[in-house]
């Protein structure tokens, strides 16, 4: 779990509310169901005109990943590689076919196969890199949906509090009703700027984390197995894989391989 994520969430609303309260107010007068209808119901139709369904469901499953990441076990990829390499070089790339099946990635799996197949190592790259980028092209329109998200909900919030304000002057005899409604009038346009800001957009910065670490792992899967065609020596490829990951990360793999 994405401790940082939860914790963002729970400092920045505990602090809005902790304002609110000190300055006289109370949660009561936010929580307004027909108001957070409207700026729901009108940024998902919004996002639902602007994007394919398909591309709208998976950014919703993707966004799973800002709160609870898919663990990365660097080390033991490359250890895997590594392994790889030095089979490779004692009895030749065909005898990675037996170990195909324990490949979990579809991605590094793929690469693989090309490799057993005979692929030489610059077209091996070239077939794989097409593969990569249109995969990464896929997956940046998942946070595109949250920015889009983002960019419509404070428009709607303004257009929930304008149709409040029409309703407010069905009752301009009584001054009382008038105040009370322009004051939830308002409260459409906190959560649709507030949805944006707080939800909405730091969630599309953090997918954009999440999938560009996808992405720097895909990339380290072919360049270890392009490196495996080109015979490189394991102690190397470790070496060079090792570059991919951050510093937190090769420390790790340092302590680990010393111990």
Do not use: C, W
Not at 71 to 82: F, K, P, S, T, Y
Not at 109 to 121: K, P
């Amino acid at each position: 779990m994405d401790k940082g994520s939860f914790a963002g969430i729970f400092v920045a609303v505990a602090g809005i509310m902790a304002g609110l309260i000190i300055e006289g107010g109370n949660i009561g007068q936010i929580l307004q169901p027909t108001a957070a209808l409207i700026v729901f119901g009108g940024t998902l139709g919004a996002v639902m005109l602007q994007f394919p369904l398909r591309t709208v469901a998976a950014a919703f499953r993707k966004s799973v990943h800002a709160f609870a990441p898919p663990r990365r076990e660097h080390d033991q990829l490359i250890q895997m590689l590594v392994g790889f390499a030095n089979k490779a070089r004692r009895n030749g790339v065909v005898s990675l076919d037996a170990d195909l099946q324990a490949i979990s990635d579809p991605f590094l799996r793929q690469a693989m196969m090309l490799a057993v197949d005979g692929t030489e190592s610059n077209d091996l790259r070239k077939i794989m890199q097409v593969s990569l980028d249109s995969m990464a092209d896929s997956e940046e329109r998942l946070p595109a949906v949250f920015e889009a998200a983002g960019g419509f909900s404070p428009t709607v919030g303004i257009l929930g509090a304008v149709l409040g304000l029409i309703q407010v002057m069905h009752h301009l005899d009584n001054m009382q009703e008038v105040g009370r409604g322009i004051a939830v009038a308002f409260v459409a346009t906190v959560y649709g700027v507030g949805i944006a800001n707080l939800l909405f957009l730091p969630l599309a910065g953090k997918l954009r984390l999440r999938i560009h670490a996808d992405y720097m792992e895909r990339e380290m899967m072919l360049e270890g197995v392009a490196s495996i065609l080109d015979g490189m020596n394991p102690r190397m490829l470790e070496v060079k894989l090792g570059g991919f990951v951050d510093e937190h990360g090769r420390d790790r793999i340092t302590g680990e391989r010393a111990a």
